[in-house]
């Protein structure tokens, strides 16, 4: 646990000036608010009501789809609870006093970024399935990961952490309904 706390603070200060540089655009009150409603609706709102649109939308087939990105978001949620409890990376404006925080912190680690991880798991189920609506989803996707940067809530390799186990989930959950 110590050995990772080491790594974390060596692999922070590489990110630092990326970090601090997407932080200072939510010193613009604007940008702040719009990263903060992008940040909200990412925290599921956003997925939750796609997931009840999809049946209306794309009958069985899409209520299918809904029901795997919820096993896929209650499993990714497991994980990245699991690694954040043993990680321990504390967030940027937690460890750097000028990261200005957007928005609190729906919990106090960093690593790996939870809105990312079911974001690019939802929006790669969506691209396997739909891809029509995926591509009308990817740039919330986008701005989501984004949004936890710029508002002091995680550190790049973060969100990068988070969208590769989002995409690995999804795909994982792809797979294994292609030979069911």
Known sequence: MAEMRLIFQQIDLLELGLCRRMNRISRHRAVER????VS????????????ILLPFLYGVA?????????????VGLSIYRKLKARLVR??????WRFIHCGTPALDRYSFPSGHTLHAV??????????????????????????????LGLHYPSDVLAGA?????????????????
């Open 40 to 51: 909200r609706l990412g925290d599921g709102l956003f997925w939750y009501g796609l997931m």
């Open 62 to 74: 899409g209520f299918k789809v809904g029901l795997q990105m919820v096993i896929v978001g209650l």
């Open 121 to 150: 798991a939802f929006t790669t189920i969506l691209f396997a399935s739909f891809p029509a609506i995926a591509w009308t989803v990817t740039p919330f996707t986008l701005l989501v990961a984004l949004s936890r940067v710029v």
């Open 90 to 95: 504390e967030r940027p404006f937690v460890s």
């Open 34 to 37: 719009f990263f903060i409603a």
């Open 164 to 180: 590769l186990l989002g995409f690995s989930l999804a795909w994982v959950s792809v797979a294994i309904l292609a030979v069911l």
